[in-house]
């Protein structure tokens, strides 16, 4: 079956620091692979995808790419802010299948 | 324009009440969920639902019932609420045109059982 493993958080930072957050993977098939964010009191939102092997999906400074041959895509970015304190989802959609699997969630705080 | 929204965002309620959820998408998509986060921000998938099928979650007790008047909207509803049902509960929406669909969450109803 998928899984989805992130590091555990809290990851805790310094405003300004480089961020990585780890997520590897197994699935069947050629799974797309997706990183969301949680900010306080609200819902998932979509922060990037990639859809095949080596793609780097990105937004508002995040990076992460598509990694096959380690099944991995982590997530960075290279000054985070406070405003970046939220908590990160990794997650995959394989095979066709209408259930996303997720990751348990990495939670980051940002000191000024 | 909201795209997807629940109602209400906070349910304060005791044991062995039913309550129900309300979920509506304005996107159009074809499929819609429901997901348990609890306290430590675990998602746990509870249902998904479009035309076509309803799957759920074996683990989830059949307590909980989704319920959709149509395509745009999928309620949950909860028979004889338990202490253990307390977390937060949000709705999604996705195309189910390939598994390059981005799902799009609902901002969640915090649901306390006393």
């Known amino acids: 079956g998928n899984s989805v493993t992130q590091m555990e958080g809290p990851v805790t930072l310094s405003e300004e620091a480089f961020l990585t957050i780890n997520c590897t993977y197994t699935?069947?098939?050629?799974?797309?692979l997706f990183w969301y964010v949680q900010y306080p009191g609200e819902g998932l939102q979509l922060l990037l995808k990639?859809?095949?092997?080596?793609d780097k999906g990105s937004n508002k400074g995040f990076e992460a790419t598509y990694r096959k041959e380690t099944t991995s895509f982590h997530l960075e970015k290279g000054s985070v802010q406070v405003s970046d304190s939220a908590v990160y989802f990794c997650a995959l959609r394989s095979g066709g299948s209408y259930i996303p699997t997720f990751g348990r969630g990495t939670s980051l705080i940002v000191h000024p | 324009d909201t795209a997807v929204s629940q109602t209400p965002k906070y349910l304060v309620t005791q044991m062995g009440n039913d309550k129900s959820i309300k979920c509506e998408q304005n996107l159009g998509h074809d499929t819609m969920y429901w997901y348990k986060q609890d306290s430590k921000k675990f998602l746990k998938i509870m249902f998904s639902?479009?035309?076509?099928?309803?799957?759920i979650n074996e683990t989830v007790p059949n307590r909980f019932s989704p319920k959709s008047p149509d395509k745009a909207h999928l309620n949950l509803h909860i028979n004889s609420l338990e202490l253990g049902d307390s977390a937060v509960y949000f709705c999604?929406?996705?195309?189910?045109?390939?598994?390059?669909?981005?799902?799009?969450f609902g901002p969640g109803t915090r649901l306390t059982v006393l």
């Open positions: 990639a859809t095949k092997a080596d």
């Open positions: 999604a929406s996705s195309q189910e045109d390939s598994n390059t669909d981005t799902q799009y």
């Open positions: 639902y479009n035309n076509k099928e309803l799957i």
């Open positions: 699935a069947t098939g050629y799974p797309s």
